[in-house]
């Protein structure tokens, strides 16, 4: 990405904070990316999620790995917990295969639970913004997946039997990608996939590799939800940061 580019995120970053904040306009510093690495060119992987629904951002191909999508059938018709009676559409994920990254969220959202997909409302176009600032896209070298894959009512937090229910589908979906890096958004997915048993503030987490014990282990990473940051503008800069950390261990793991 070049420092234009950049210039042009932050300034959609805050337009999207002041539409949601109060809908005034704000002035802003100016930005300086002149000095930031350009994003590398990162390798192209074989898709794994699900195929493109018509709701917006270019089509994703069919799904070529039974494992995956085998995971996927059994997420669509879980009823392991409550929430499977009040969902639309399940949302195992979507992707490639062994993705440079795995995202993991929170849960389906309306349009989520709407769609069947991950993150394609308003904090999902932010995220694919995000990643696209440092080379990455779910089309080519990422998956998108959710701790818990129905909708929880009213959006609010998954409850921890409705997580734990869940989680054998995230752990399985791990085991099956095999992600170079795994990188959480929100408090929910960072402090599940750490196993915090008291819950860290997302703030104190982020900003440095942790490892989730896979064999062989993997780098996790925790950054603010993409919802907060369409709520506190604050947190963009904190975020961005963490964005360049990843790409400075995808460059570190890939040799790109
Ligand atoms: N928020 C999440 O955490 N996940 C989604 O898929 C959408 C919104």
Known sequence: MTPEQKTALAGFLDTAGDYLGDGYRRPRESYD???????PELPVRESAGSPDLGTGGPPLPSPVSSGIEEIAEEIRICGSCPLGAGRTNAVPGEGVNNPLVLVIGEGPGQDEDRTGRPFVGRAGQLLDKMLAAIGLRRQENCFIANVVKCR???NRDPAPAEALACRPFLNRQIACLRPRIIFCVGKVASNLLLGNEEWATIGSLRGRFFEYPAAPPVP???????SALLRNEDLKRPAWEDLKLLRSKLEELTGN
């Open 33 to 39: 990316f002149a000095g930031d690495p350009a994003a």
């Open 220 to 226: 996790l990473l925790a950054t603010y939800h993409p």
């Open 152 to 154: 929880p009512p009213g």
